[in-house]
């Protein structure tokens, strides 16, 4: 049976060859894809579980959210990679995320305090690539979900990690009770709908916005270019005429996973994205529904501790030509400060 794409997480791969020869980024596709909880062999306990992220990766940035959010910060560790990827200098070879938490940034000149070196192996492995070789595999992506017991990779597929947190967060040993753990995908027989808005939501954001986003950014092809750029500000005319109701959240009351989703990409559009990704139509700021949006979440607990505009500034700028790193913006005050401001706008 021929397998069905889900447009919620990945992209068609039809003629990928071909496209990217054309200039088209197409993104690949996951290939650990194991699920907590299905089938016994990786069971939702406390303290067995173990990310490798990068936190100037939007799709990294989407499992720590997570992890924030729903309260797992003490019983799923992490390591994070140095944002920077090794070079053509390297012993390795270039494009490998590294762990390298004895390296400056040449932001600040320090040391960055959140990356670390590999600890979840007990290999102290230096590049993440090295991971996906113990299991014989050549991928090289972050993040991952590791499982410190059976010394496995159980997914390195974004939305499936992200899902499978929400679903376990109890029995994975989260330190939130009640209605303070936050129901990203509520399974209740009653909220089939909602289960649906999500869905549908998903798919939209992930096609248009946080793929989209690539598409605009790393495509060769003027034309592809220009239909990203158009679909980018199109949805988020969509999304700001939907929270325009006074809905808090863009499925209604609850924050959800599709909020969750949603907030990498415009985390990184003002400060990152407007230059890096040539998607300098509009600033967030001029989208004054989903820029109190965006500081609402910026505001829920555990959102601020799980990314970094140092990193992103530097891992995506350190990536042009001449790993250059802009200065701005710093009008209407700087960032992520700024997140912390819904009043500089009005609705």
Aim: net charge negative; with cysteine; charged share 25%.
């Amino acid at each position: 049976m021929k397998s069905v794409v889900d447009n919620s997480k990945e992209e068609n791969q039809a003629a990928a060859d071909a496209r990217r020869a054309r200039g088209e980024f197409v993104r690949g596709v996951s290939q650990f894809r194991h699920v907590i909880g299905e089938s016994g062999v990786f069971p939702a306990e406390p303290g067995r579980y173990h990310l490798f992220v990068a936190l100037n990766c939007p799709w990294c940035h989407r499992v720590t959210l997570a992890r924030g959010v729903l309260g797992l910060t003490q019983s799923v560790s992490m390591d994070v990679a140095y944002p920077n990827r090794t070079d053509e200098y390297d012993p390795a070879g270039p494009n490998f995320w590294q762990f390298a938490p004895e390296r400056r940034s040449p932001l600040t000149g320090e040391v960055l305090p959140e990356c670390t070196a590999e600890t979840g192996t007990g290999q102290g492995y230096r590049l993440a690539q090295e991971i996906y070789a113990a299991e014989g595999s050549e991928e090289r992506s972050v993040p991952i979900l590791y499982d410190k017991r059976t010394k496995r990779i159980v997914s390195n597929e974004s939305a499936e990690i992200v899902r499978m947190l929400g679903a376990h967060a109890r029995a994975l040993g989260s330190d939130l009770t009640g209605d303070a753990l936050p129901n990203l995908y509520p399974n209740e027989a009653e909220s089939a709908e909602l289960r649906r808005e999500i869905d549908e939501l998903n798919t939209f954001i992930y096609v248009n916005i946080n793929n989209g986003s690539y598409k605009a950014g790393f495509s060769s092809d003027q034309a592809v270019y220009a239909t990203a750029f158009e679909n980018y500000f199109a949805a988020f005319d969509e999304l700001e005429a939907k929270l325009k109701d006074g809905r808090p959240f863009l499925t209604g009351e609850r924050f959800t996973e599709v909020d969750l989703r949603l907030f990498p990409t415009l985390y990184r559009h003002d400060p990152v994205y407007y230059v890096r990704m040539k998607l300098n139509g509009a600033r967030l700021l001029d989208y004054p529904h989903l820029w109190h949006w965006l500081c609402r979440v910026y505001a829920l607990p555990g959102v601020v501790e799980s990314g970094s505009l140092i990193h992103c500034r530097q891992g995506y700028f350190g990536r042009t030509w001449n790993k250059v790193i802009p200065s701005g913006p710093i009008k209407p005050m700087r960032y992520p400060e700024a997140y912390r401001h819904p009043d500089l706008v009005e609705t």
